[in-house]
């Protein structure tokens, strides 16, 4: 299985700031089909990024991701209030799905 | 708009089953995949299998090959986990998901999460 490998695990910015969390891959995703999510305490998780770097519906354009292969990127251009959370990235591209094991992004 | 309402939350007994369910509401039920993903205490997100209801034939992660089995009803749009043998690692908020893409095992929509707690 592909093992998803996310840095840093924790990160602390202030609002205003930019955001950029990293997520390498064991083996080449196929079809880049690597997505990011957003989760927050007590809520379902939220569909950011798909395709490496396809925003889904409905999300900021503040969030873009970049990469191909084993390295991806998530950034957040400005960070807002709302945007502290646990961030993971997703491999769809074989299976079995691997997550990995999440950034924390904090407030500095 | 998709929805996805899930069963309320079970506690069980170490060496038993829970099975909870998912009830999606609006777009396609029968063409896009639905996933299981599970979120023990202070753990992250973890996979753990999913099935596409057209085609009926689930895929599992190995890791609960043998004790997961996962369902669709598409005359009900409800999809079933059923998680047999529990033990308290268990212990955790169970999510089922949906994707946003044909044959593409994207998680785009996600059920409220079903807590189980595994506890004698």
């Known amino acids: 299985e592909i093992v998803l490998t996310q840095s840093p695990g924790t990160l602390s910015l202030f609002p205003g700031e930019r955001a950029t969390l990293s997520c390498r891959a064991s083996q080449s995703v196929s079809n880049n089909y690597l997505a990011w999510y957003q989760h927050k305490p007590g809520q379902a998780p939220r569909l950011l990024i798909y395709g490496a770097s396809s925003r889904a519906t409905g999300i900021p354009d503040r969030f873009s991701g970049s990469g191909s292969g084993t390295d991806f990127t998530l950034t957040i251009s400005r960070l807002e209030s709302e945007d502290f959370a646990v961030y993971y990235c997703q491999q769809y591209g074989s299976s079995p799905i691997t997550f990995g094991q999440g950034t924390r992004l904090e407030i500095k | ?120």
Not at chain 2, 32 to 38: D, F, L
Not at chain 2, 88 to 103: G, K, P, Q
């Open chain 2, 1 to 120: 708009q998709v929805q996805l309402v899930q069963s309320g939350a079970e506690v069980e007994k170490p060496g038993s089953s829970v099975k909870v369910s998912c009830k999606a509401s609006g777009g396609t039920f029968s063409s896009y995949a639905i996933s299981w993903v599970r979120q023990a205490p202070g753990q992250g997100l973890e996979w753990m299998g999913g099935i596409i209801p057209v085609f009926g034939t689930a895929n599992y992660a190995q890791k609960f090959q043998g004790r997961v089995t996962i369902t669709a009803d598409a005359s009900t749009s409800t999809a079933y986990m059923e998680l047999s043998s529990l033990r308290s690692e268990d212990t955790a908020v169970y999510y089922c998901a949906r994707s946003i893409r044909f044959l593409e095992w994207l998680l785009g929509f996600w059920g409220q999460g079903t807590l189980v707690t595994v506890s004698s």
